[in-house]
């Protein structure tokens, strides 16, 4: 199916050079002179480079046929990350390199989805956001002026959170850029 470049979404797929390439941000310009285009940020689902490039508003694509399969993570060992497929018990493996920094929001056991392209794993979605233990942190001082402070979570997550979370409190945390979100439910 053949998508122009000026029916972008974020979160579209395309196929560009035999790679998959997903669309993560983009914006139309219409400048004073001259065609419109879309200045676009995507990136490679395959090795995850990133890419920036303006197009014309009629540029045509391919659309990347990408699957996804509900699946619970096992273990990790020598930098290799283990995954189960729920429905056919079949079992996967990604390396530290796929996962990224994906690694510090899954849990042994959690169920993640695995994205697949032409029967090939590429890498994990996770949802927006994970609930995370804080491991580490230090306590807090009475009249301290900073309203944050520095905390490692059970999956050695660097975070800053506010000052009245303590050791062994679960928080809410933003898997696109690792951020406190607020306490767990």
Do not use: C
């Not at 196929?15 to 669309?23: E, F, H, N, R, T």
């Not at 400048?31 to 480079?49: D, S, V």
């Not at 994970?130 to 807090?140: C, F, K, N, R």
């Amino acid at each position: 199916m053949a998508i122009e470049a000026g029916d972008f979404k974020t979160g579209l797929t395309l196929l560009i050079d035999g790679d998959p390439w997903v669309v993560v941000d983009f914006m139309h310009v219409k400048p004073g002179k001259g065609a419109a285009f879309l200045n676009t940020k995507m990136k490679n689902l395959r090795n995850g480079k990133t890419l920036e490039k303006n197009y014309n508003a009629s540029t045509r694509f391919d659309a990347a046929e990408i699957i996804k399969k509900r699946s619970s993570y096992t273990y990790e060992a020598g930098g290799v990350y283990y995954f189960m497929d729920v429905d056919t018990y079949e079992t996967y493996e990604l390396t530290e390199e796929q996962i990224g920094f994906n690694k510090y929001f899954i849990l042994e056991g959690a169920e993640v989805l695995l994205v697949f392209f032409q029967g090939e794993v590429l890498n994990i979605a996770l949802p927006d956001k994970v609930d995370l233990i804080v491991a580490e942190t230090s306590p807090a001082i009475k009249g301290d002026s900073t309203a944050t402070k520095d905390a490692v979570t059970n999956t050695g997550l660097k975070i800053r959170v506010p000052l009245f979370i303590e050791e062994g409190e679960k928080v809410t945390v933003m898997t696109a850029d690792g951020t406190y979100s607020g306490r767990a439910k």
